[in-house]
């Protein structure tokens, strides 16, 4: 039995990349599948069998060390400017502004032209980049490498990432130094970044250069060129926003996440708030949007305190964000759905396929609608064969 990630099912990948980074031979690249979705390909004629790729796979049981939130808070940005350029509280951009401020540098995702990839900031000029969620998965290749660079530097770093990047970022870097901030985003799955290519492709005639999937509560694909918007729609309107939120597009290791739990791989899990109870009693409108903050470890405390005076923060129970946010107690369903356009693309182009999803979700609806209707007629008669 092989001890490297040769042969792994695609539901026990999530296409983290820390085997690639790790493997001491470099035997390993990561090849895009059909879908998009990149797997490590092992070179098994130079592979020597080290195991270094499974001790960093997040996937693998072993690694997965997680912590319980110590507590929970609500909070947002105090800077009004930043705070409605965010996705959600604009916690993430606080953080940042933080590090960067102590001298440090920032990992995180952006969108350069359409290609989704995470980068390294180190001035607050640049940190626009990184703010807002961009719904796909995000391209983080070569990327370990350059972060245990600036670790041996003595310079604080902040990574933020989905938890899958986090844990294998961690693994990748074995020990943890306190100028390590690790902070992970609840996550409910990620589509590849072929798909989103496609699907511009297929919506524009024209070049894009922005892509924004959401602005606050306001979630809204909007996509900008020189000249201005050159597309934008509500994300029911929209294929590939819809097969997103519908979650039916994603990874196949999304529907398996171990991550998806109230149990923590980072400093601290960011995301919306989306249970809060008496959000009524926080003086906010709230439909803004707030994010959840929970810290698993002293130091994500720490950055918390080091950032509050930059953010209205208020102390939570965490059962209460837990309660309300789906991601923080189980993954995803790989439902019906979800397996049919996993069934359909890449055989039709990605918006047929959805398209056909859809359809069929807007048949079964439509039976289930007329059979309510006729229910007051066919329960007696049900009834009379039952007997
Ligand atoms: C694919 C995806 C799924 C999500 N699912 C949920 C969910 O189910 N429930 C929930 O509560 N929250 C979810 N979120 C998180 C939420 O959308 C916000 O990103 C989060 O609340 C942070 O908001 P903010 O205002 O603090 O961040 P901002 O200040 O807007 O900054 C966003 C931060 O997220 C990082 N980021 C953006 N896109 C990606 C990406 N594709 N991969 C890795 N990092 C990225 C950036 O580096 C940046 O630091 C998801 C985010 C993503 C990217």
């Known amino acids: 039995m092989s001890s490297s990630v040769v042969n792994r099912k695609k539901k026990d990948c999530c296409g983290c990349n820390a085997c690639m980074e790790i493997c001491p031979r470099c035997c390993i690249t990561m090849i895009a599948d059909a879908k998009g979705f990149h797997y490590p390909k092992v070179d098994t004629t130079a592979c020597v069998d080290c195991g270094a790729c499974k001790k960093v796979c997040p996937f693998e049981e072993e690694n ?11 909070a947002w940005n105090k800077d009004r400017e930043e705070y409605l350029a965010s996705s959600s509280g604009g916690a993430a951009h606080v953080f940042s502004s933080y590090i960067i401020r102590q001298g440090g540098v920032v990992y995180g995702c952006t969108s350069e032209g359409m290609h ?12 626009f980049k990184l703010q807002g969620s961009k719904y796909v998965q995000s391209d983080v290749r070569g990327l370990f490498s350059q972060v245990k660079a600036d670790l041996k530097s003595g310079k604080p770093v902040l990574f933020v990432g989905t938890p899958c990047q986090v844990a294998g970022l961690k693994n990748y870097i074995k020990w943890i130094p306190e100028h390590l901030y690790l902070v992970d985003l609840i996550c409910h799955g990620v589509p590849s970044q072929q798909m989103l290519n496609e699907h511009i492709h ?19 694909i909007e996509i900008t060129s020189r000249c201005g918007t050159v597309y934008s729609s509500e994300p029911y309107g929209d294929t590939y926003f819809r097969a997103f939120l519908d979650g039916i597009s994603y990874r196949k290791s999304c529907y398996h996440c171990p991550f ?3 149990e923590r791989v980072s400093d601290v899990t960011i995301g919306d708030f989306w249970g809060l109870q ?8 709230i439909s803004e949007g707030i994010s959840v903050l929970l810290p698993s470890s002293e130091k994500g405390k720490s950055l918390i305190a080091a950032a509050k005076s930059d953010m209205w923060i208020y102390e939570r129970s965490v059962e209460e964000a837990v309660e309300g946010n789906t991601q923080l107690y189980r993954p995803v369903h790989n439902g019906l759905s979800a397996r049919l356009l996993s069934m359909l693309y890449p055989y039709f182009p990605f918006d047929k396929a959805v398209r056909i999803v859809i359809v069929k979700d807007l048949i079964l609806e439509s039976l289930k609608n007329i059979l309510r209707s006729f229910k007051p007629v066919l329960m007696p008669i049900i009834n009379v064969i039952r007997r």
């Open 64 to 74: 997965i060390k997680l912590n319980i939130p110590l507590t929970a808070y609500a």
């Open 278 to 285: 008496d959000a009524a009693s926080l003086p906010l409108e």
């Open 116 to 127: 989704i990839r995470h980068i390294r900031v180190d001035s607050l000029s640049n940190l």
């Open 202 to 220: 297929h919506i524009l005639k024209t070049s894009a250069e922005q892509l924004s999937f959401r602005k606050g509560q306001l979630f809204r």
């Open 260 to 262: 998806a739990r109230k």
